[in-house]
C-alpha cells in the first residue's frame, strides 16, 4: 500500500520542523521547537524545568556592576 502513496508522505521523509514557526533548521527534537523560540520560552520562565545556565563571568551580579561601572565612565568626561 505504501507504493502507492507519494515520496514525502512516507515516513522516511518527514522533515524535523519547529511546531509553532516552521522553521526547518536548528530544531530541538526533545521540544520540537526552533532554537530561537526554545531560547524565548526559557528566557521568559515559559517552559518548566528549563533554567538558562549561567557562567561566572556573565553571573547577574557581575552584569549589573559591568554596567555600572560603564555609567560611571561614561558620566566623568
Not at 5 to 28: D, H, M, Y
Amino acid at each position: 500500500e505504501f507504493s502507492t502513496f507519494k515520496n514525502e508522505t512516507q515516513p522516511g521523509w518527514r522533515w524535523n520542523r519547529c511546531a509553532l514557526t516552521s522553521r526547518q533548521w536548528g530544531v530541538i527534537e526533545q521540544y520540537r521547537l526552533g532554537r530561537i523560540m526554545w531560547r524565548r520560552f526559557a528566557d521568559y520562565n515559559q517552559m518548566s524545568g528549563v533554567i538558562r545556565s549561567t557562567f561566572d563571568r556573565y553571573t547577574r551580579q557581575n552584569t549589573e556592576m559591568m554596567s555600572r561601572r560603564r555609567r560611571i565612565i561614561r558620566e566623568d568626561p
